[in-house]
């Protein structure tokens, strides 16, 4: 399976919008820059449990859904920034990759 980021975006939009509908969440403002920020909290005490510098059951499936849910939120705060992530990656890192070959 290829993974375009754009669809890839388009669905956490659509889940977002449902899961905040359902639950009633007001995501005005800067509501996406700190659930991002709250989300890589989250993989960051995961990433210290696997590393044996924090307590609890280290879990190599939490670590990876906090990496998937901090994917998801970069997703939705660039969406409401304005920022065409693949754009940007392409200026920014895969440029790299165009100058070397």
């Known amino acids: 399976m290829t993974?375009?980021?754009?669809?890839?975006?388009d669905d956490?939009?659509?889940?977002?919008?449902?899961?905040?509908?359902?639950?009633?969440?007001?995501?005005?403002?800067d509501w996406?820059?700190?659930?991002l920020?709250?989300?890589?909290?989250?993989?960051?005490?995961?990433?210290l449990r696997i590393s044996g510098r924090a307590r609890g059951q280290a879990d190599a499936q939490a670590q990876a859904d906090e990496a998937a849910d901090v994917l998801g939120m970069l997703l939705i705060?660039?969406?409401?920034?304005?920022?065409?992530?693949?754009?940007?990656m392409q200026r920014k890192w895969l440029r790299w990759l165009e100058e070397k070959t």
């Open 3 to 9: 993974l375009n980021l754009k669809a890839l975006q």
């Open 12 to 29: 956490v939009l659509r889940i977002s919008d449902i899961y905040a509908a359902e639950h009633g969440i007001d995501r005005s403002g």
């Open 32 to 35: 996406a820059l700190l659930k």
């Open 37 to 47: 920020q709250e989300e890589l909290g989250e993989l960051t005490a995961e990433h």
């Open 77 to 88: 705060y660039c969406d409401g920034a304005g920022i065409d992530l693949e754009q940007a």
